[in-house]
Structure formats: structure tokens, C-alpha cells
């Protein structure tokens, strides 16, 4: 499962990327990706800023940098005490020093007052089961529109029935974090294979390392560790290895290592069906796109025909 060239079929040209050994922690599965840098992009965490709150449902972004494009991440959003929670559709393109307003927002905490500031703020990213719905959403200027689905989810996981994400992003923190460190982000790496279960749930790609490591948390613990906090399996009772040696031991774990590789190899979907790119906006050679079909959907970001930022994801 070195090429992640099988992954997304055409027009999407993966070659060049790395997947490494996979990780897991409890039902979630990574699986690091390497592949080319693309320097210059502006990473989200200290680069991006939530500048204000125009009004409810309409957010204005900053890219506070005096050089380099801010790709903004799919379906991020902002957190703050005693206002009232955001997150965004869509992804942007930011020249240096640019701010700009979405108005197709969506708050994500029903019935709370408030705007939101530029301080005391941390983001995240919608959980795995809302992206698809928020996808559909796009361009829909409705500051409600996902309160029904958050209160489905919230409904399903135990959790009172009402349009509020921070009862699992703040409330369940301590739980969604144990992701954090239990996963290691290794050196270099600027991408992710993400499984629940047995199930692909989706591929992360950020320009370089710096960017991907600010979304690390925001992607491990809120977009996908969500899903997998829910399909926690029962810890199974590891078995000793046999070896009577160091090198008999070294021969199991390779073993076990190209056995996982395969095991994991196996959940990828099998590409096939017609996947289409739809642009939707760009900034010097840089062409924001939207992705569906086959079962998928997302947003990616190219130039040149090569990916630069790409955030895919199961369309359940």
C-alpha cells in the first residue's frame, strides 16, 4: 500500500505520495502519508484567523500573513466560551493580508447568544458524520441548517437531542484527545489514511508538514475521533510472540507489520465508479475544486494538476 495512486481514481493524480505502517488506537486506524512539499502556504493555526462574526451564519476569515496563499480547511470551525460556536461549508483560497466573509456559515450551537472574537478561540473540525451533509449545505444561507443533524447525531451517541456540538467537541474533550497521544505524528509526514473500523473514512493531504501538524489534533480527535470514540471495540487480549530469539522476534514483527499492511490495504475502496472535480475558485495557479461521487466527497486543492491540499471523505 506504498502508492496512493489506487486510492482516488482519476483526474486526481496521487503519484509521489508515501502511505507508512499504520497506527491504531481503539477502532480508529491512521496511516501516515508522505509525498512532495509545496512551501509558501499559509498554515491554519498561526496564519488563519477568525477575524469576527458579522452576524449569525456569516464569518469573516483573515490570513494575517504578509506573504503566502492561506488555504483554508475544509469544514473548520471555531470554538468560544459564552458565543455562539461557527463552522464553515466549504474551503477558501486567502491571498496575503485578505479577509473575506462567508455568509453560508453554520452556527453549531442552538439557542446560545453571542458573537464570536478574534481571541480565546480554538477549532476543530465537523465530525466525519456531518461533513457530507454540511457539503450539501454549501452556498445555503440558513445560520440553522445543520441544528437538525447535530441533534440527530447527539441523539444517537446518548447524548440530549438538540443542535449543540459542543456537547461532544467540549463536553467529551477529554475522551476525543486520548487520540492525540495515542496516535504519533511522525516526522515529515503531511497526510493520513483514516479508517473506523473496518471502513475507509478518509484521506487528508496538507501542502507540508507545519500545516498538517496544525490540523492534527483538529482531524485525529474531532473529524474522525468522534466516530471512532462511538465503535470503541473491547480491548482484545494481546498474545506473546514465540520468538526465542532478538532475531526471531524481529522476523514476527515484519511479519505482523506486511500482515497489517495488507489487512489495512483491504479497506481502501475500490475504485471504479466516476469521480468528478467541479473548480471552484483560483488564486494564481492554484485551483480550489469540489470532489464527489463513487462514494466519496471533499475538497482538494491543485496546481499544475498536482494536488496540494486535499480533504476526501466517505459519503455515507
Not at 21 to 29: F, I, N, S, V
Not at 40 to 65: F, M, T, W
Not at 119 to 139: I, N, T
Not at 199 to 228: I, Q, T
Request: aromatic share 8%.
Amino acid at each position: 500500500m506504498n502508492s496512493l495512486t489506487t486510492i482516488l481514481p482519476a483526474p486526481l493524480d496521487l503519484g509521489g505520495y508515501r502511505a507508512g505502517t499504520p497506527q491504531r488506537a481503539g477502532a480508529l486506524t491512521m496511516v501516515p502519508v508522505h509525498g512532495p512539499v509545496r512551501p509558501g502556504i499559509v498554515p491554519p493555526r498561526s496564519g488563519l484567523k477568525l477575524k469576527r462574526v458579522v452576524g449569525y451564519g456569516q464569518v469573516e476569515l483573515a490570513n494575517g500573513a504578509r506573504e503566502g496563499v492561506a488555504i483554508v480547511p475544509l469544514h473548520l470551525g471555531y470554538i468560544q466560551d459564552a458565543a455562539q460556536n461557527h463552522a464553515l461549508c466549504s474551503s477558501a483560497l486567502l491571498g496575503a493580508g485578505q479577509t473575506r466573509r462567508f455568509d453560508d456559515a453554520c452556527c453549531v450551537q442552538a439557542g446560545q447568544g453571542g458573537y464570536l472574537e478574534g481571541r480565546d478561540q480554538w477549532f476543530f473540525v465537523l465530525p466525519l458524520e456531518l461533513r457530507a451533509r454540511a457539503m450539501r449545505l454549501r452556498g445555503r444561507h440558513d445560520y440553522a441548517k445543520l441544528w437538525p443533524d447535530i441533534s440527530e447525531l447527539n441523539r444517537a451517541y446518548g447524548l440530549p437531542s438538540r443542535g449543540h456540538l459542543e456537547q461532544i467537541l467540549s463536553r467529551k474533550r477529554a475522551v476525543l484527545t486520548q487520540f492525540q497521544s495515542r496516535l504519533e505524528l511522525m516526522p515529515g509526514q503531511l497526510g493520513a489514511l483514516f479508517f473506523v473500523g473496518e471502513r475507509f473514512a478518509g484521506l487528508e493531504l496538507a501542502p507540508d508538514p507545519a500545516y498538517f501538524a496544525e490540523m492534527w489534533m483538529a482531524l485525529v480527535c474531532f473529524a474522525y475521533g468522534v466516530a471512532a470514540w462511538q465503535a470503541e471495540p473491547e480491548r482484545a487480549v494481546a498474545e506473546p510472540y514465540e520468538a526465542g530469539s532478538l532475531e526471531e522476534l524481529r522476523a514476527e514483527l515484519a511479519r505482523d507489520r506486511a500482515a497489517r499492511l495488507a489487512e489495512v490495504a483491504s479497506w481502501l475502496p475500490a475504485p471504479g465508479g466516476e469521480v468528478r472535480l467541479v473548480e471552484e475558485e483560483r488564486y494564481l495557479d492554484l485551483r480550489l475544486s469540489t470532489l464527489t461521487g463513487d462514494g466519496l466527497a471533499g475538497q482538494v486543492v491543485t496546481e499544475h494538476g498536482r494536488p496540494v491540499y486535499a480533504s476526501v471523505f466517505a459519503d455515507r
